[in-house]
């Protein structure tokens, strides 16, 4: 059974960084694609990020330039790196793995 459970959301002022992690169970890990999503109250998901078993990533254009996507297959984890926040990038961020998987989430919150 896949579970994915997401790490290091809270709060943090204009201008900061947090870095989300992801844990992955299940056997495949290394040739599925991986992707960040987000929610913000009253909006639709929306993709954030995206990375390959290759390692090819796609970003949203709101995120490029701040937001990197990362995987460590040994780890079975995937990383979301988020530098210069705004607060329109309060959401709650979720985690996907390819095969309709999708984590609980963990709040991000950019506030001053």
């Known amino acids: 059974q896949v579970q994915l459970v997401e790490s290091g959301g809270g709060l943090v002022q204009p201008g900061g960084s947090l870095k989300l992690s992801c844990a992955a169970s299940?056997?495949?890990?290394?040739?599925?694609?991986l992707a960040w999503y987000r929610q913000a109250p009253g909006k639709e998901r929306e993709l954030v990020a995206a990375i390959t078993s290759g390692g090819n990533t796609n970003y949203a254009d709101s995120v490029k330039g701040r937001f990197t996507i990362s995987r460590d297959n040994a780890k079975k984890t995937v990383y979301l790196q988020m530098n210069s926040l705004k607060p329109e990038d309060t959401a709650v961020y979720y985690c996907h793995r390819g095969g309709g998987y999708w984590g609980q989430g963990t709040q991000v919150t950019v506030s001053s």
């Open positions: 299940g056997s495949i890990f290394s040739i599925v694609a």
